[in-house]
């Protein structure tokens, strides 16, 4: 039996769970699992070139694979290799079937005339996907907000999105905060239908940004990440070394070459990759994590890091 059905609690949740959202179920309805998430930015136009041949699309399934992720989400990556990691994933005996990956495009022709977009895997069966536009940046293309259930258990969702990097005021607000509160109204939506919805991602604004307070929860209240008024805890926020921020994310140098400086609280390059889950739906103790600098690729293969994380969460059935 695969990891991910191993981990599945055997006890309907049946006391001390609160009622789930959007409908009548009571905690007598609700399973917990335990669920490993994975995530990577990979630079797969400005480092890679477009091509699925440099070595990242290997060490990403290897990760994958021997990560036991459950979910899995690609941030900057092209057509050709999102085709080559579904190949590389089944041949490594990953995914439970085929409809196991979703892609959603940012640039229709950025990548030697493919799309460039971002991606999520699922190691189980996926229900249809959902994709929105994100409020239109300065840069060209168009952000989304990429979500989908699992086909057997279709309250369990996962989401994946890459917000711009730009602080354009555009329409008198800044249009990071225009796309970041965009995302956090159709997870909203998502939750009030019942669903348990986990995101993972390039968020490009760090923890302690106040960009993000409407996405911590107040529960979250430590010197480097106060001032929380959301709904939403991040995997790696309990981070001993960090607490409320986590673990850098991001590589020495950009993907111009150029040096990414240490930053306050904690003297570590920005943590912009995160993994969040609403409070109300976790169930236990979780953990997050940043993998190291990867080097499969004749040298860095992203200036980004994996970002791992495992949470049990409750799942209305």
């Not at 168009?142 to 990097?165: E, G, M, N, R, Y």
């Not at 939750?191 to 979250?220: E, M, Q």
């Not at 805890?233 to 309990?238: A, G, M, Q, S």
């Amino acid at each position: 039996m695969r990891m991910f059905a191993r981990l599945l609690v055997a006890v309907v949740v049946a006391f001390g769970a609160p009622p789930l959202p959007g409908g009548t179920a009571s905690a007598a309805d609700s399973v917990v699992e335990t669920v490993n998430v994975w995530q990577w930015n990979v630079s797969g136009w400005k480092m890679n070139d477009g091509s699925a041949t440099t070595g990242m699309v290997e060490a990403a399934a290897a990760s994958i694979v021997n990560r036991d992720a459950d979910f899995a989400a690609f941030n900057e990556l092209c057509w050709s290799q999102y085709k080559a990691l579904q190949e590389r994933l089944k041949a490594d005996g990953w995914p439970e079937g085929d409809s196991f990956a979703r892609f959603a495009t940012i640039r229709e022709t950025t990548c030697h005339g493919e799309p460039f977009g971002i991606a999520l895997f699922s190691r189980r069966q996926l229900g249809n996907a959902q994709k929105y536009d994100l409020p239109i940046d300065d840069r060209g293309g168009v952000h989304k907000l990429l979500c989908a259930p699992l086909h057997d258990q279709s309250h369990l969702w996962f989401c994946t999105t890459h917000i711009t990097s730009r602080e354009t005021v555009i329409g008198g607000s800044s249009i990071k905060e225009q796309q970041l509160a965009a995302v956090r109204s159709h997870l909203q939506d998502l939750h009030d239908k019942g669903n348990t919805v986990l995101i993972a991602g390039d968020f490009n604004a760090r923890p302690d940004d106040a960009l993000l307070d409407p996405w911590y929860a107040p529960s979250l209240n430590v010197p480097n990440n106060d001032g929380n008024t959301g709904a939403y805890r991040e995997l790696d926020d309990e981070d001993p070394q960090c607490p409320g921020i986590g673990e850098t994310t991001v590589n020495a140098y950009n993907g111009d070459g150029k040096p990414i400086g240490v930053v306050a609280p904690c003297d570590q390059r920005p943590k912009i990759d995160l993994i969040f889950v609403r409070e109300s739906a976790i169930a236990g103790p979780y953990t997050g994590d940043a993998l190291g600098e990867g080097t499969a690729c004749n040298g860095p293969c992203s200036d980004h890091r994996v970002t791992i994380g495992t949470v049990p969460v409750r799942i209305q059935l």
